[in-house]
Structures are given as C-alpha cells and as structure tokens.
C-alpha cells in the first residue's frame, strides 16, 4: 500500500529526511528536516503526524504542545517484537500432513507461517515473531525443539529485530492499564491547532492497518471541515 502511493505522488514523496523540530502557529505549521547535511524547512497550512508515538515524542513542537497531549504522546504502551524468517529446502511440512501456521507460545518463536507460496520454486519460506529483541539462532533452536514433525528442512534462518530499529522500533499499541484509559481518551485522538495527528494508536480500533486508515480518513475530514 506505501509504494502504490508513494509511486502516486512522485517526487512529492521525500525520504531519508528526519524531521528535527515543528513550529507552530494559528497561520500555519513549519516542519524542519535534515536533508544529508544540510538543514531545511518545508512551511505548509497543515500538519499531519502520521509517527508512531514512540518517535512522535522525541520531536520538539515550538509552541510546546499542551501537558494532557504530550503525556499521551509518551505513554501510548506498545510492544516490540522481531520477524524471524526461514528459508527450507523444500515445504517438509507437507511430508509430515502438517499446516506450516502454528503457534508455540515461546518467547523465542511465538508462532510460525508459510509466505510467498506464489513464488514459483521447490524451496518455501516461513516467517515467524519472537518476543522483544530476539535472534535468528534462537528462534531456529526453538522451532527445532517445538516442531511436531521430524522433516526440518531449514537451510537459512534471520531475523529483523524492531525493537532495535532506529525508526521503526515499536510493534503495535497494546491495551492501557486499568484506570489509565480516561488520560488518554480522546485527547491522544484530538488535533492541536493546525497539527493533527493519525496512525493505528489514533483510533478506537486497537491496532493494525484498519485502525490507521480510519485515523486517516478522520483527519481528512478535519482539515476538509476546517
């Protein structure tokens, strides 16, 4: 969905550029960039943060942005976890008359599932999720030991390990703490000025891409209305 749209707009789309600050006022918004080694600015009508809360906070707002919505900002909890990847010789599962989808509920490989099965050759690739910041030597370990079957057939096992990401550490939101709901709800929703603000924890559903697009197209319809 990121490359069609990003194929969509072209040369409006620039990466590599880390937003460093944003300043703020009733005219407008001001994003500043590092871009190579150079600072930049881009000034526009209106500003829609579409971060994670985990680097949301980490960028100044000048004005500073009210007490109630960075609190939320800081403390949207989330998880962090890594993509195991295995590639095998062959699909061994189906020699053993098992379904590649399992669930081991095991720190270093909590669960397992074939991918890529349109890709036409004799090999097959699984991709699995480990706990925090987890190691392909583990998770191989583990899937060893846990396997019902007796035809492991992997010959490369890596992980991407998030939580060690610099930009993309955090997983999904999680649930809050019992009696935490009402500091977060709506403000972390809310928009601030001409700052509004949409990603998967923005929305009353609890995470996924459904939860972003819904954040999405609430702040269209916000700054269309304004």
């Avoid at 707009?9 to 500043?32: E, K």
């Avoid at 989330?78 to 095991?106: C, H």
């Avoid at 928009?191 to 972003?212: Q, S, T, V």
């Amino acid at each position: 969905m990121t490359d069609a749209f990003a194929a969509r707009l072209g040369s409006r789309v620039l990466l590599n550029r880390p937003v460093t600050a944003v300043t703020h006022g009733s005219a407008g918004v001001t994003v500043h960039y590092r871009e190579s080694s150079r600072t930049k600015k881009i000034d526009a009508d209106y500003l829609v943060c579409c971060l994670s809360a985990v680097m949301l906070q980490w960028i100044p707002f000048t004005p500073a942005l009210p007490q109630a919505k960075a609190y939320a900002i800081r403390n949207v909890p989330y998880y962090f976890d890594t993509r195991v990847i295995f590639q095998a010789r062959t699909p061994f599962w189906q020699k053993d008359g098992l379904s590649p989808n399992m669930e081991f509920s095991n720190p270093a490989l909590q669960h397992i599932w074939r991918t890529a099965e349109e890709v036409p050759t004799s090999r097959a690739l699984l991709v699995g999720t480990a706990s925090g910041a987890g190691s392909a030597q583990d998770a191989l370990a583990s899937l060893r030991k846990l396997y019902p079957g007796k035809s492991i057939e992997i010959e490369k096992a890596q992980v991407v390990s998030w939580p060690l990401e610099k930009w993309s550490s955090a997983c999904e939101r999680v649930n809050y703490k019992p009696g935490e709901l009402p500091k977060f709800w709506p403000v972390i929703i809310q928009p601030h000025g001409r700052i509004h603000f949409a990603g998967a924890y923005a929305d009353n559903l609890n995470w996924g891409m459904e939860a972003a697009t819904r954040s999405a197209n609430r702040v269209a319809k916000e700054i269309d209305a304004a």
